[in-house]
């Protein structure tokens, strides 16, 4: 697990499928755990109200983006309410230096936007990858760099 701290009342978890399942009462167990952890690490209140989308890729895992709401009624009654949105096969774009790992994967695109390569992996070999990923687009910010950038062959 990885977290980015964004902002006061955002962040971003990185969860490797190797680690965490794709079901929905395992995602919701497993976000208690991370709100208390980012109570614990960034000193964020947990009674508000917590808005979570959740990306799922089959080749990477889970990333949420944890976006903290503040509620005075939630802090009197002392209630965390996390409202959750899926989105099932998102798009995941990976941000790589060297185009010839685009050689180990058969099945995979490279795109060039904003002057960065970026490779889509459409197998399950992605942990041959990882080490060479600078960041990972996703949602609506993979889908404007796939519709936006250059496709290399």
Known sequence: ?????????????????????????TIDVCLGKIIKRLKKKYDIEIYS???VECYINDNYGIILVIKKEYDPFSLYSKKTNINIKFYKDALFLYEIDDYFLKEKFKESSIYIYKNKLYIDIKNSNIFYILEHIKSILFGNNALKAKELSKTII
Do not use: A, P, R, T
Not at 1 to 25: E, G, P
């Open 49 to 51: 109200n917590f808005n």
């Open 1 to 25: 697990m990885k977290i980015d701290y964004v902002c006061d009342d955002k962040f971003i978890v990185y969860l490797n499928k190797l680690y965490y399942s794709f079901d929905k009462s």
